[in-house]
């Protein structure tokens, strides 16, 4: 089994930073790809950002690109999310997400954290 953990959401002004983070656990050996997701009350669940394996390619939401940076540590076996400029609409419960690929997707995981609350406010 592979768990993931979030931490580092809170409450922020708008314009402010926040930085999360995503800690694997269990057999990591299963997870390659990693991407960070949100659900905002009453909307689905939308993608935010993608690493792969390498971290050498990401791949970003439009409405964070240049805003939001992810990244990884492999040693570490965790996933970051720098998120700069945070806007009120960047509210969401963020959840971190692991597929058992080398490959990013915007779209399929196989592994999911429990998520972490962030608030902008404005």
């Known amino acids: 089994q592979v768990q993931l953990g979030e931490s580092g959401g809170g409450l922020v002004q708008a314009g402010g930073s926040l930085r999360l983070s995503c800690a694997a656990s269990?057999?990591?050996?299963?997870?390659?790809?990693m991407g960070w997701w949100r659900q905002a009350p009453g909307e689905e669940r939308e993608f935010v950002a993608a690493?792969?394996?390498?971290?050498?390619?990401?791949r970003y939401a439009d409405s964070v690109k240049g805003r939001f940076t992810i990244s990884r540590d492999n040693v570490k076996n965790t996933v970051y999310l720098q998120m700069t400029s945070l806007k009120p609409e960047d509210t969401a419960v963020y959840y971190c997400?692991?597929?058992?690929?080398?490959?990013?997707?915007?779209?399929?995981?196989?592994?999911w954290g429990q998520g972490t609350q962030v608030t902008v406010s404005s």
């Open positions: 269990g057999r990591t050996s299963s997870v390659y790809a």
């Open positions: 997400a692991g597929r058992r690929s080398t490959t990013i997707s915007t779209t399929s995981y196989d592994y």
């Open positions: 690493i792969s394996w390498s971290g050498g390619s990401t």
